[in-house]
């Protein structure tokens, strides 16, 4: 019988002649274990790595044949994959998990591999899962734990993307996936807000990837930022300089705003002009980091260094509108832009200011009645001191009081008023809040 000789001659190793053998007695026809030899022939082209013949033979066992083994099957499904007739082999190898033998933890590998190379990515991602918690080939496992890992980041699954690299890198240092896997995970610590762990371990890949060195300058200003939040102004300074020395990335606006934000807050105004003007060039927002808040700050600046006219420009670029409601920082900026003209001699220009703040009831109208006074005061003493009076009686809180009864006091002094005065250096005296009682006293 045909068969029996191929099985024969198979089994005594001569699978050459039982593979020429039973391909001529099946081309002939009508044999009665035609499925059978079929399997057979396959087979052997299968050992021998000639996929693309053992496909037709296996194809046609499996499929017409009652019942076939899992081996059987796994053999049809590889050679579908190596021809890359690929949506059969997942349907093939689809049908071989669920167990824990070497067979299954292949299935599931190349099954995965399939996935990815047709897209399906989040299907992809279940294979190598399945994979990689069979240890039947360690090299497998070790594949599909490191796939699993990154295809969990690239699907969103950052906490387990974060916890499977971690994981793979720890038990498997000398893989050659090493280097890939800690990019990844650099990015996974950046999207988890990992920034400190994501710098330290940039700083250990010898070679990072084009698009992990691009992410470093947002690492180096992320962490900076936190640091600034803790009030660590010093550390977040020199991770902001690293971060600038990098080049114009798309975070260096926002690097100079915070390095001009801490040269401000340090007192080193003209380190914070020149960051804030950088910082202007572009102007994009993000959190604090806005043209107005630098803009004000600026004022603030210009107003230490005297320069009054630049200073009004930048507070006035804030308070285009001021309104009754008014958040606090328009309110500032408007009540500062007066000063600036007070200062410059622009007495005009400032009383109406100072006006428009008494007329909307700001918080700071008793400062702006203080400083009304104080221009009433360069042509009438008498205004001046009706001006001061008033701002006892209608702000009876304010901390601007004693400032007031001190001033009223000088008034009549300078013009030899000794008696007048009294009273109103008593009132500095009595005040338990007052910080000009030596000034009283003498």
């Avoid at 400190?196 to 690492?219: T, W």
């Avoid at 020395?245 to 606006?253: A, M, Q, Y």
Wanted: charged letters at 25%; hydrophobic letters at 35%; glycine letters at 4%.
């Amino acid at each position: 019988d045909s068969y029996y000789i191929s099985t024969i001659r198979y089994s005594l190793k001569q699978e050459d002649k039982a593979l020429a053998y039973a391909e001529n007695k099946l081309k002939s026809g009508n044999q009665y274990y035609d499925l059978e030899m079929r399997q057979l022939v396959g087979h052997s082209y299968f050992v021998a790595k000639q996929f693309d013949k053992a496909l037709p033979y296996l194809e046609k066992y499996v499929n017409e044949s009652k019942k076939v083994s899992r081996q059987d099957l796994y053999e049809l499904s590889y050679c579908y994959y190596q021809t890359n007739k690929l949506p059969k082999a997942i349907e093939g190898f689809k049908q071989l998990g669920g167990k824990e033998d070497s067979l299954a933890q292949s299935a599931m590998y190349l099954l995965g591999d399939a996935y990815l190379k047709t897209g399906q990515k989040a299907n992809a991602r279940n294979a190598f899962l399945f994979c990689a918690s069979n240890s039947s080939y360690p090299k497998q496992k070790e594949i599909s734990q490191f796939n699993y890992g990154k295809l969990s980041y690239e699907l969103g699954y950052q906490d387990v993307a974060l916890s499977e690299l971690q994981k793979f890198i720890k038990t498997y240092p000398q893989s050659e996936y090493i280097p890939e896997a800690k990019d990844v995970l650099v990015s996974v610590l950046a999207n988890t807000s990992n920034y400190e762990e994501a710098i330290a371990l940039f700083d250990q890949i010898k070679n990072p990837s084009p698009a992990v060195k691009a992410l470093y300058p947002r690492l180096l200003y992320a962490r900076a930022t936190e640091l600034i939040n803790d009030g660590n102004l010093a550390e977040a300074n020199t991770l902001l300089t690293k971060a600038e020395k990098l080049g114009n990335t798309p975070v260096l606006p926002f690097i100079q705003f915070w390095k001009g934000e801490i040269a401000y807050r340090n007192g080193n105004i003209e380190d914070a002009v020149r960051y804030y003007f950088d910082y202007l060039r572009t102007s994009p927002v993000s959190g604090e980091a806005s043209p107005s808040h630098a803009k004000y700050n600026l004022g603030y600046c210009f107003l230490k260094k005297e320069n009054y006219n630049q200073a009004a420009g930048f507070f006035n670029e804030i308070a285009t509108a001021p309104k009754i409601n008014s958040g606090a920082v328009e309110q500032d900026a408007y009540l500062r832009s007066a000063d600036c003209y007070y200062m410059n001699r622009e007495y005009k220009t400032a009383d109406a200011m100072y006006n428009k703040v008494i007329s909307f009831s700001w918080p700071s109208s008793d400062y702006a009645t203080f400083q009304k006074a104080m221009i009433a005061g360069v042509n009438s003493g008498k205004q001046k001191i009706d001006l001061l009076s008033s701002l006892s009686k209608k702000y009876p809180s304010s901390p601007l009081r004693a400032d007031a009864n001190m001033e009223i006091a000088h008034t009549y002094l300078a013009n030899e008023q000794y008696r007048e005065a009294i009273p109103f250096l008593k009132n500095v005296v009595n005040d338990p809040n007052a910080s000009l009682k030596p000034t009283a006293y003498l």
